[in-house]
């Protein structure tokens, strides 16, 4: 790709300057006991909680069930979404059917279903996954359905003037066009499973994971675990994004590199 | 060839109206010529007069319009492998290697998979670029694309070549090198060749016969034979005095006239 975002030191730099920033104006708060400490521990105590949840307590199968239960999620609504997006786009008929339930879906905040899913599925496991299979299905649907119909006018033409097959124009010509839109919705559908599986573990039945370690330090009133927490969430988060970004420039090979 | 030429496609009082937001926009009106087998034929005119278009009737992708396209005494009704096609965009998948891309023309062929990996191969060889099977067309410049896209509308061995401005985006070196090939491909292949260009060096460099189209609407101007006794060299005084006279009846006259007469000449 181009020099945007991958000059390695300089951004990589700046993007530290603010995060740190704000911790030296978190410690200075701390240390001048503006707050009490219950309510905002110092980034020490924060650090030390950290270490202790690794040495001791339950951190890595929190976030090892909190992981499972996100691809799990994800492995079941990506793939749905990218079939159900691709017949979207792909026939007009089904396009015409359907889609106008699945807009009206969309409209539907995704924490709106919480009750019913848990109705349906139970709070447990299954409730959970079916949750974040629902958050991964939507994003996946929506930019398969935009790629696949979107098929730019030249190649249909060409398809057109080597008289394709509908299998061929499919394979050749229909499928490797709207490649570059499946794989954004992948990539989003991944963020998005993520994002829900917070949301399924602290909605949902107390469980292990991430999602019921925040609402332990919210119960027992101990925010160093909390910012541990939501550190950890955020680290994993950003880790998932780059990875699949990085999936997404690799399985692009005829792109111009 | 043993039998008498003949001719293979006939264009027959052909006219074509869009509907361009509400409005009438005659693009063709009353066409009408043929074009004999084993024929080049070059169709010239400036932007807008309705060439193109005329392109994509033969080809079969629009088939509402006045009067008859007819291949062989049958009126075209849709694309068929019987024409080959070159746009002027390479117009290559860049998801297939331009190997793929000349094997995509194959689909439709009918033939075993051996037989469609050496037509794939003897057609890369044919436009020169053997070595190159492998490459992403992200990789070829556009002067080595185009001659896939070329290698791909004759891998079916079409009874047409039908060349839709292919050298238009080249820069003027290229061009010219692509023109001599152009020329050398349709020879070794003998295939009947309509090119549509607004280039009229080229048109006069590769054609027995040239269609001067003019604009608004399109229609025939005039129809001129190239007589240059198989001699195309492009600074031989009879070639430049029929590219002056076809330049003059598009209305541009050679030497160009001073900028402050070029709006009077226009009108």
Not at chain 1, 15 to 21: R, S, W
Not at chain 1, 82 to 99: C, E, W
Not at chain 2, 148 to 160: D, G
Request: glycine share 10%.
């Amino acid at each position: 790709m181009s020099a945007l975002g991958s000059s390695p030191a300089r951004p990589l730099l700046m993007g530290v300057l603010v995060p740190v920033l704000a911790i030296g104006i978190w410690q200075t708060i701390a240390s001048a006991h503006l707050v009490a400490p219950y309510v905002l521990p110092p980034p020490v105590a924060v650090l030390a909680r950290f270490r202790s949840e690794l040495d001791g307590g339950t951190f890595w199968s929190d976030v090892l069930a909190s992981l499972t239960r996100a691809l799990a999620g994800f492995a079941i609504g990506a793939p749905a979404g990218i079939a159900f997006g691709l017949l979207l786009g792909l026939s007009r008929l089904a396009g015409r059917l359907v889609g106008p339930i699945f807009l009206a879906y969309r409209q539907v905040a995704l924490f709106a279903w919480v009750p019913l899913l848990s109705m349906w599925f139970g709070g447990g496991e299954a409730g959970k996954v079916a949750f974040i299979a629902m958050a991964a299905f939507a994003p996946a649907t929506v930019n398969s359905w935009r790629a696949a119909g979107a098929v730019p006018a030249p190649y249909r033409e060409l398809s057109r003037a080597l008289t394709l097959g509908r299998l061929d124009h499919l394979r050749l010509i229909a499928l490797p066009s709207a490649l570059p839109g499946i794989l954004t919705g992948l990539r989003t559908a991944l963020i998005y499973a993520w994002l829900a599986t917070v949301g399924a573990e602290l909605f949902l039945d107390i469980a292990p994971g991430l999602g019921g370690r925040l609402n332990e330090g919210r119960d027992k009133f101990e925010v160093d675990l909390m910012i541990v927490a939501l550190t950890v969430l955020a680290t994993l988060g950003l880790g998932f994004s780059q990875l699949a970004a990085a999936a997404e420039r690799r399985s692009i090979r005829w792109r111009k590199r | 060839m043993t039998h008498a030429p003949r001719a293979a496609l006939e264009i027959d009082r052909v006219g074509k109206v869009f509907n361009v937001a509400g409005r009438r926009v005659e693009a063709l009106r009353d066409i009408s010529f043929s074009v004999r087998t084993g024929e080049f034929v070059a169709i010239v005119g400036a932007s807008g007069c309705g060439k193109s278009t005329l392109l994509r009737l033969i080809l079969g992708l629009d088939t509402e319009y006045e009067g008859e396209v007819r291949l062989d005494g049958r009126l075209i009704e849709r694309p068929g492998l019987d024409r080959g096609v070159v746009f002027q965009d390479h117009r290559l998948l860049p998801w297939l290697t331009a190997e793929g891309n000349v094997a995509a023309a194959l689909r439709r062929s009918g033939l075993p998979k051996a037989e469609q990996r050496r037509l794939v191969a003897q057609h890369l060889e044919l436009v020169g670029l053997a070595k190159f099977a492998g490459a992403w067309p992200a990789q070829l410049s556009g002067g080595m694309s185009q001659p896939v896209a070329i290698a791909r509308a004759l891998v079916n061995r079409p009874r047409f070549l039908l060349l839709d401005e292919p050298l238009g985006a080249l820069d003027a070196l290229t061009r010219l090198r692509l023109q001599d090939e152009l020329a050398r491909i349709v020879r070794h292949e003998g295939t009947t060749a309509l090119l549509v260009t607004h280039d009229v060096d080229e048109a006069v460099f590769l054609a027995d016969r040239i269609i001067v189209l003019q604009p608004d609407p399109g229609r025939i101007a005039r129809i001129v034979e190239v007589d240059l006794d198989g001699q195309r060299d492009r600074s031989a005084p009879a070639f430049l005095r029929l590219r002056d006279e076809i330049l003059d009846t598009l209305g541009v006259r050679h030497p160009p006239p001073a900028i402050a007469t070029a709006t009077a000449t226009a009108a």
